[in-house]
């Protein structure tokens, strides 16, 4: 997206209804010259037919890459809990090794920033099938890329993350309550659903303030990591299947806050029992451990 500067004669000119001079006539284009010119809309405004609710989109025509550091959030505050809760979050981060590769497979300069790529924003609204009660919205991006850091106590939702278990085998990470109960509602631990999962005795699995950041992304099958369009955060009245942006995906999202957070990241079971996956430097000055 370009944003254009207008002189001030130009701004007094409108102001002031004074009618400028034509300086040439206008003339159609042919059909050949329009073939050559492209463009994109500010805004585009999509209307989605689902299995039981119809969906509106609109997505900013507005490409980003950013660093934003937010305090705490506390979101779906009700019956004594929150559907997300978490301290320090940070999209992108800041480089402290000028030669490590980063998700994007370049380097960064100690001190530059790593930024997390957005491109294309959205919002979109489901509403039931006869158009009478609006069942949620949620707020994502065509596509996205980068870092997300983060001191969770309260999770709702799904995290996309392999862990590998002490045999070598590879798991879908599943989100737990403190009994050890798969869920996707205010878990608070994570780690192996096998049956062997023990959040109390810290058995295949680990608080979910281990896992202080994580890269959202595809895997490119390099080491890099590529777009996903499937990053959002949603609020439902009731069970909501919201489509990826390009209807390759259905996602079940619950009533209340439900936060999808696609990665491409493997992770070893112990090692996030014990060491925990540390968090990239999110602050100009390097916090290192002291924010936790």
């Not at 490409?63 to 320090?88: L, P, Q, Y």
């Not at 390099?222 to 369009?229: E, P, R, S, V, Y």
């Not at 806050?257 to 029992?273: A, E, Q, W």
Request: hydrophobic letters at 35%.
């Amino acid at each position: 997206m370009r944003h254009h500067a207008y002189g001030y004669a130009a701004f007094i000119t409108f102001c002031l209804g004074i009618a400028p001079v034509a300086q040439a006539e206008l003339e159609p284009i042919s059909e050949s010259a329009m073939s050559d010119v492209t463009g994109q809309a500010f805004m585009k405004v999509e209307n989605v037919s689902g299995t039981t609710h119809e969906f509106t989109r609109m997505t900013l025509g507005m490409d980003v890459e950013t660093r934003v550091n937010i305090d705490g959030a506390r979101i779906g505050e009700i019956n004594g809990g929150s559907d997300f809760a978490a301290s320090h979050i940070a999209l992108g981060h800041i480089s402290r090794d000028a030669s490590a590769v980063q998700y994007d497979g370049n380097t960064y300069a100690v001190g530059e920033v790593v930024p997390f790529e957005a491109v294309q924003p959205y919002i979109e609204l489901a509403e039931t099938l006869d158009k009478t009660q609006l069942s949620g919205f949620r707020m994502g991006f065509r596509q996205a890329r980068g870092s997300v850091s983060s001191l969770t106590s309260s999770f709702s939702g799904n995290i996309g993350l392999k862990l590998t278990d002490t045999a070598g085998t590879e798991h879908d990470a599943t989100l737990l309550n403190a009994a050890s109960g798969a869920t996707d509602y205010r878990a608070t631990h994570i780690g192996i659903n096998d049956g062997t999962a023990d959040c109390s005795a810290s058995v295949n699995c680990a608080p979910l303030s281990h896992l202080q950041s994580v890269i959202v992304g595809t895997d490119n099958g390099d080491t890099t990591t590529g777009f996903t369009d499937d990053f959002f955060i949603g609020f439902q009245r009731e069970g909501v299947e919201w489509n990826s942006p390009d209807g390759a995906n259905v996602i079940n999202a619950g009533k209340g806050v439900f936060i999808n957070l696609p990665t491409n990241m493997k992770v070893d079971m112990s090692t996030l029992i014990n060491q925990g996956v540390s968090r990239l430097q999110t602050h100009r000055t390097d916090m290192g451990t002291k924010l936790f």
